[in-house]
């Protein structure tokens, strides 16, 4: 079955750095659209950032640009976001999703908490 793992979160003040990695299995992770998605308290579920199968085209949500990138090895199904100049309001918990047969399949989460 698809599984989807986050890691890398934690704590960090701000105009910090982390670098999340989501760890896939159980589908063709080199055919897959991967996405990063974050929740902050009380907020919906919002896009970050999207890269194709191939790694040829990425987007990123306006609030995080130039200061986040995504990457991806397929070669080790593993998708990462590095993040960099952290900001309080990027405070929330990350989730990777992927895209398998027209179906979005979620991991259970990391947090990053952006705090002096």
């Known amino acids: 079955q698809v599984q989807l793992v986050e890691s890398g979160g934690g704590l960090v003040q701000p105009g910090g750095s982390l670098r999340l990695s989501c760890a896939a299995s159980?589908?063709?992770?080199?055919?897959?659209?991967m996405s990063w998605y974050r929740q902050a308290p009380g907020k919906e579920r919002e896009l970050v950032t999207t890269?194709?199968?191939?790694?040829?085209?990425?987007n990123y949500a306006s609030s995080v640009k130039g200061r986040f990138t995504i990457s991806r090895e397929n070669a080790k199904n593993t998708v990462y976001l590095q993040m960099n100049n952290l900001k309080p309001e990027d405070t929330a918990v990350y989730y990777c999703?992927?895209?398998?047969?027209?179906?979005?399949?979620w991991g259970q989460g990391t947090q990053v908490t952006v705090s002096s």
């Open positions: 159980g589908f063709t992770f080199s055919s897959s659209l």
């Open positions: 999703n992927a895209v398998v047969g027209q179906i979005g399949y």
């Open positions: 890269i194709t199968s191939t790694g040829r085209t990425i």
